[in-house]
């Protein structure tokens, strides 16, 4: 079994910026990625970022490219989502989640799931 603790969520204003953070309980060798995804009210889950653990292999979705970074500190089994240019429509809450096999977008594939933080972006 594998935690998840999220931290870093609050209110900005619209070109803001804020930084999560997500530390595992398990060492990161045991997991091959690890994934941020948000969800706004009455939306689905969505895809924010990826990385792995192995290799530093990164993935972005199209709509937070060049405005989000994600990095990873093997040695504090941390991953963290920087996020620059922060607008209203990226207010969702943020999970992290880990996936055991693969580097993948889709959520469905993820193994252990963080309990969230929200992050609200005003106009």
């Known amino acids: 079994q594998v935690q998840l603790v999220e931290s870093g969520g609050g209110l900005v204003q619209a070109g803001g910026s804020l930084r999560l953070s997500c530390a595992a309980s398990?060492?990161?060798?045991?997991?091959?990625?690890m994934g941020w995804f948000r969800q706004a009210p009455g939306k689905e889950r969505e895809f924010v970022a990826a990385?792995?653990?192995?290799?530093?292999?990164?993935t972005y979705a199209d709509s937070v490219k060049g405005r989000f970074t994600i990095s990873r500190d093997n040695t504090r089994n941390t991953v963290y989502l920087q996020m620059n240019s922060l607008q209203p429509e990226d207010t969702a809450v943020y999970y992290c989640?880990?996936?055991?096999?693969?580097?993948?977008?889709?959520?469905?594939?993820?193994?252990?799931w963080g309990q969230g933080t929200q992050v609200t972006v005003s106009s």
């Open positions: 398990k060492r990161t060798f045991s997991l091959y990625a």
């Open positions: 989640a880990a996936n055991i096999v693969r580097l993948t977008t889709n959520p469905y594939d993820y193994d252990y």
């Open positions: 990385i792995s653990w192995r290799d530093g292999s990164i």
